[in-house]
């Protein structure tokens, strides 16, 4: 298994709280992003990383932003929680090039209850 | 609007049959697509993949049958073991201008193997 931990695994936060979750690897993947998932809506893409300090932004990224300082790191902030962003929020890493840059391979997940 | 549709959300088997899991999409740059699976409490991780200069792709029990100018794709799990059972979400890739693979996924089609 690819080596991809999130935490905190669950979190629950109050409406106008500011949140960060965490994503670390130990492959050296030059790729990571952050998905959510809702019920209807599959995987949606939040935002991605190219390399360090390499970001953009994804499908919905409104009221999200990330930051990545170090390869094995991508943090996802929430700067003001609001109830529309409980979800469920995967990591996942992929490697540089060729066919391989296709595959993703996704963390265990963080599951986020804003009330 | 969905460029990538799982219109069954959900499907029964029995085991020892076969499962079909299908998916259309819209977007004809796509040119690389992807099945994943998952379980409750797990991230998805990546079951088999297809190439668009392809029809067929198989791994095992698993086929995946890419029909361009339908622009439908499946997958055949066969023989079905409850072990499949799962939620089983159908990607496609583009790149973009960047050369950044896209990937959208759909909303996921869950499977039940009855033993």
């Known amino acids: 298994d690819a080596g991809i931990t999130q935490s905190p695994r669950h979190k629950v936060t109050e409406t106008g709280t500011p949140v960060t979750l965490r994503c670390h690897q130990t492959e050296n993947h030059r790729y990571m992003y952050w998905y959510r998932q809702d019920p209807g809506h599959g995987l949606r893409l939040i935002h991605y990383s190219y390399g360090v300090k390499d970001t953009d932004k994804g499908e919905v990224s409104d009221g999200y932003s990330v930051s990545r300082s170090k390869t094995e790191d991508f943090l996802l902030t929430l700067e003001s929680a609001t109830s529309s962003q409980t979800s469920v929020y995967f990591c996942a890493i992929s490697e540089s090039s060729g066919l391989a840059a296709y595959e993703q391979y996704f963390g265990p997940g963080t599951r986020l209850t804003v009330t | 609007d969905q460029q990538v549709k799982q219109n069954s959300p959900s499907l029964s088997v029995q085991e020892g049959r076969i499962s079909i899991l299908n998916c259309d999409y819209t977007?004809?740059?796509?040119?690389?697509f992807l099945w994943y699976k998952k379980y409750p409490a797990e991230g998805p991780t990546f079951l088999i993949s297809?190439?668009?200069?392809?029809d067929k792709n198989e791994d095992g029990r698993f086929t995946v049958f890419l029909n361009k100018s339908a622009k439908h794709l499946s997958l055949h799990i066969v023989p079905s073991q409850p072990g499949d059972s799962a939620v089983y979400f159908c990607?496609?890739?583009?790149?973009?201008?960047?050369?950044?693979?896209?990937?959208?996924f759909g909303i996921g089609t869950k499977l039940q193997v009855i033993p």
């Open positions: 297809i190439s668009s200069i392809k």
């Open positions: 977007n004809s740059m796509f040119d690389y």
């Open positions: 990607a496609a890739s583009e790149a973009d201008s960047g050369g950044y693979q896209k990937v959208t």
